[in-house]
């Protein structure tokens, strides 16, 4: 007969690296890097509802560009830092409950319990979210943004309980001294091949080269040593394709001698546009960062005509949201959605230039939305339609 497996003993772990005060010190800048990767991921997440109970700002122009950015760079920190807190605490994992002592009973369970949770939600969290920013989906079940966003709440507050369950240890062992001995296992008495400083100040600076190897997509001075950013400001004028005309399926409705911009108000139309018409009306030109909730971002010098111009000469209101629709037949993102803000700042264009030349086809030709402050996946491209409610 085969011998069956038996999980390790809590006594077989004797190094003194596996040690609550390391585990405290890489805990807390766990819980830091996912604060700020959950509270920015909020942010993405309300910036692409539809409508919003609390106006999204449209200013300032780049603050969709850092917080995404910070959202990336912080998740892609919280690896390193989670695989050696787990490496830390992996003995406790193995202890016996104690079923005899209530009180005991329950703090084992539900630290026990939020951390399998909490676990669970984070490897599924890191992982989606590294594979989103390469833009590959294995999944075919569910959606990434629905997952995503409702995992993000049950990572942080499976986070909220374990903290709580272990404040009171946790403040103890970051008050006092790194190599002090009060809370160490018995059995921990092996020295490691590092000390406890290097090892927590080694994960630390694996940390840092992680968020190095990626923030070259929104930092472009660290592009050179960003050897796993997904986009570096490859493309024309500078700025990245996510979805090409191909894939979109619009290369012959986009230059289609034929193509016109429509606005309907209240269902009737209002206007229409030729591409000429477009050019006529008195260009302007802004400065503005496109950013994804990938995490890229590239500045463009964009020109066109404001969006409020257009709706003014279809004598359409200029005070409603405006839906934005594009050629692309299908697709979560060929509609999006205008605040009435966003459509009124002088700043939010219908871009048909970019960096001086014509809108590449992949970039949106005939006339793409350019606006301050907003996700890239609602800068919608190849526009075929504004529709403005009356």
């Given at each position: 007969?085969?011998?069956?497996?038996?999980?390790?003993?809590p006594?077989?772990?004797?190094?003194r690296?596996?040690?609550?005060?390391v585990?405290?010190?890489?805990?807390?800048?766990?819980?830091?890097?996912?604060g700020?990767?959950?509270?920015?991921?909020?942010?993405?997440?309300?910036?692409?509802?539809?409508?919003?109970p609390v106006?999204?700002?449209?200013s300032p122009s780049?603050?969709?560009q850092v917080?995404?950015g910070l959202?990336?760079t912080?998740?892609v920190?919280?690896?390193?830092?989670?695989?050696?807190?787990?490496?830390s605490v992996l003995?406790?994992l193995?202890?016996s409950?104690p079923?005899r002592?209530a009180?005991?009973l329950?703090?084992a369970?539900?630290?026990?319990?939020?951390?399998?949770?909490l676990v669970?939600a984070s490897i599924?969290?890191?992982?989606?979210g590294a594979?989103?920013?390469?833009?590959w989906y294995?999944?075919?079940?569910?959606?990434f943004?629905?997952?995503h966003y409702a995992?993000a709440?049950?990572a942080?507050?499976?986070l909220?309980?374990?903290?709580?369950?272990?404040?009171?240890?946790?403040?103890?062992?970051?008050?006092?001294?790194?190599?002090?001995?009060?809370?160490?296992?018995?059995?921990?008495?092996?020295?490691?091949?590092?000390?406890?400083?290097?090892?927590?100040?080694?994960t630390?600076?694996a940390?840092g080269?992680?968020?190095?190897?990626?923030?070259?997509?929104?930092?472009?001075?660290?592009?050179?040593?960003s050897?796993f950013?997904?986009?570096?400001g490859?493309g024309?004028?500078?700025?990245?394709?996510?979805?090409?005309?191909?894939a979109a399926?619009?290369e012959?409705?986009?230059?289609?001698?034929?193509?016109?911009?429509?606005?309907v108000?209240?269902?009737?139309?209002?206007?229409?546009?030729?591409?000429d018409?477009?050019r006529?009306?008195?260009p302007?030109?802004?400065?503005?960062p496109?950013?994804?909730?990938?995490g890229?971002s590239?500045?463009?010098t964009w020109?066109?005509?404001?969006v409020?111009?257009?709706?003014?000469?279809?004598?359409?209101?200029?005070d409603?949201?405006?839906?934005?629709?594009?050629?692309?037949?299908?697709?979560?993102?060929?509609?999006?959605?205008?605040?009435a803000?966003f459509a009124a700042?002088e700043r939010t264009?219908?871009?048909?230039?970019?960096?001086?030349?014509p809108?590449a086809?992949?970039?949106?030709?005939?006339?793409?939305v350019?606006?301050?402050?907003?996700?890239?996946?609602?800068?919608?491209?190849?526009?075929?339609?504004?529709e403005?409610?009356?």
């Open positions: 007969m085969r011998a069956r497996l038996k999980p390790p003993a006594e077989q772990f004797t190094s690296l596996r040690s609550p005060a585990a405290a010190r890489v805990g807390l800048w766990l819980g830091v890097s996912f700020l990767c959950f509270v920015t991921g909020l942010i993405s997440h309300y910036a692409q509802l539809p409508s919003h106006p999204f700002p449209t780049w603050g969709y917080t995404q959202h990336v912080s998740g920190a919280a690896v390193p830092l989670l695989l050696v807190k787990l490496w003995p406790k193995f202890e409950l079923v002592d009180r005991r329950l703090i369970v539900l630290e026990r319990g939020s951390i399998g949770v669970a599924f969290q890191l992982a989606t594979l989103n920013a390469a833009q294995p999944w075919l079940t569910f959606s943004r629905t997952a995992l709440w049950i942080i507050g499976a909220l309980v374990h903290v709580a369950v272990k404040l009171p240890i946790t403040r103890d062992l970051l008050s006092g001294d790194i190599d002090a001995t009060t809370h160490d296992r018995v059995t921990a008495t092996v020295p490691g091949a590092l000390s406890r400083r290097a090892l927590v100040r080694t630390a600076a940390a080269v992680a968020v190095l190897a990626t923030a070259g997509g929104t930092v472009p001075w660290l592009r050179r040593v050897v950013a997904t986009r570096t490859e024309p004028g500078g700025v990245p394709i996510n979805k090409s005309a191909q399926g619009v012959e409705s986009a230059t289609a001698p034929d193509w016109r911009l429509e606005v108000v209240g269902g009737v139309l209002a206007a229409s546009f030729s591409y018409d477009l006529a009306m008195p302007h030109t802004v400065d503005l496109i950013a994804c909730v990938e890229w590239a500045q463009g020109s066109g005509v404001r409020a111009d257009v709706l003014r000469t279809a004598d359409a209101p200029t409603r949201e405006v839906v934005v629709v594009s050629l692309q037949q299908a697709g979560a993102f060929r509609r999006s959605t205008l605040p803000s700042d264009l219908l871009a048909l230039d970019l960096a001086g030349e809108l086809l992949d970039h949106g030709f005939p006339c793409r350019i606006a301050p402050n907003r996700p890239g996946v609602l800068q919608t491209k190849w526009v075929s339609r504004l403005v409610s009356a």
